[in-house]
């Protein structure tokens, strides 16, 4: 305890917002998840970066957390601190970019976001003020960090498309500004995960490289996805939206793969595949992180056994399980 308070008031940040075995299911869109040991909202991004370095200097372990999509925390929870970006969720409008090597060109606009904003929250600021580039994201779960972090992909679109620079902090807390041109992507792999060149640095916030368009037109196409998205059954249950990546090399969505050997409707516990998708997994009301995995992990064992193929997650597994 001395330790933490310690570390409160280094940054000068009130003890009494860092909360003690905060619950992860509270904050994940499967609602699944044991407790935190301690879990912190930063307010702006100059807190988030004093408190990432007062935590290195301290030794003690951070994970970053966004909207929550795209993770299964074991039922054991998370140990160390969570770093919830929630509350960094503004946007604005930047005249050019830092770099200066694109702005103006073709009507391009550059719309700045904070890495805790949700998709659709960032859809709708575009929609706002009339620029397209975003629509096909619209009603994915998750912040722009995850979607970053992940290189998010909808309707045959990677978020790194339309991504300008991205503001980030190094593993010491150091500030740096990254040209996504000159960064390693590919599909759902970003320069940011295990192995790659920036693995273990915090993205901030980023810029959206975006264009004026018709808000009406604008608008159909948004609606048009999320329709898609409810009839697929994406928001009757809690879940990660979908479970695994497509690989083009299998012939087929990975949906298809697992509607073929029946796992519509499979479940263990209260951890089930969706009836109307079958690569949307599904918390039914009490499902454990522990059911929930050895589901994940009886689909691969059947779709290996039956096609040869080695179904790769989208969901991160984190903590203790």
């Known amino acids: 305890m001395e330790k933490l308070w310690q570390i409160a008031r280094k940054i000068n940040i009130d003890p009494a917002r ?3 075995s905060e619950p992860m299911a509270l904050h ?5 998840g044991g407790p935190a040991d301690l879990y912190f909202r930063p307010s702006s991004e100059s807190e988030l970066a004093a408190l990432v370095r007062t935590l290195r200097e ?3 372990s951070c994970f970053l957390l966004g909207g929550g999509a795209n993770i299964l925390v074991g039922d054991k929870g998370i140990r160390g601190w969570v770093l919830d970006l929630s509350g960094l969720s503004g946007s604005s ?3 050019s970019s830092p770099g200066g090597n694109k702005a103006g060109q073709d009507g391009t606009v550059y719309l700045r976001a904070q890495a805790g904003i949700t998709i659709d929250r960032l859809c709708e600021e575009a929609l706002s003020r009339g620029l397209r580039g975003l629509e096909n994201f619209y009603g994915m779960p998750g912040s722009l960090g995850g979607a970053v972090y992940m290189n998010a992909r909808c309707y045959d679109e990677d978020i790194s498309a339309i991504l300008g620079s991205i503001q980030v902090l190094s593993p010491e807390g150091e500030e740096k ?3 996504s041109s000159t960064l390693p992507w590919s599909y759902k792999h970003s320069a940011f995960q295990p192995g790659a060149p920036f693995a273990g640095w915090i993205v901030r916030a980023a810029e959206l490289v975006l264009r004026p368009g018709n808000a009406p037109s ?3 196409v948004m609606r048009t996805k999320r329709l898609d998205r409810i009839s697929k059954g994406h928001y009757r249950y809690p879940s990660a939206g979908s479970m695994f990546k497509n690989n083009r090399g299998f012939g087929k969505p990975t949906g298809a793969i697992l509607d073929s050997l029946g796992f519509k409707g499979r479940r263990i516990g209260d951890a089930a595949v969706s009836p109307w998708h079958a690569n949307i997994f599904v918390n039914l009301g009490k499902a454990s992180a ?3 995995r050895l589901l994940i992990e009886s689909a691969q064992k059947e779709a290996f056994r039956a096609y040869g193929f080695a179904l790769e997650p989208e969901v991160l597994f984190v903590g203790e399980f």
């Open 18 to 20: 860092i909360r003690q």
């Open 28 to 32: 994940t869109s499967f609602r699944i």
């Open 177 to 179: 500004v990254l040209d």
């Open 58 to 60: 301290a030794g003690e």
């Open 218 to 220: 604008i608008a159909a």
């Open 290 to 292: 522990k059911d929930m």
């Open 93 to 95: 409008l930047d005249a």
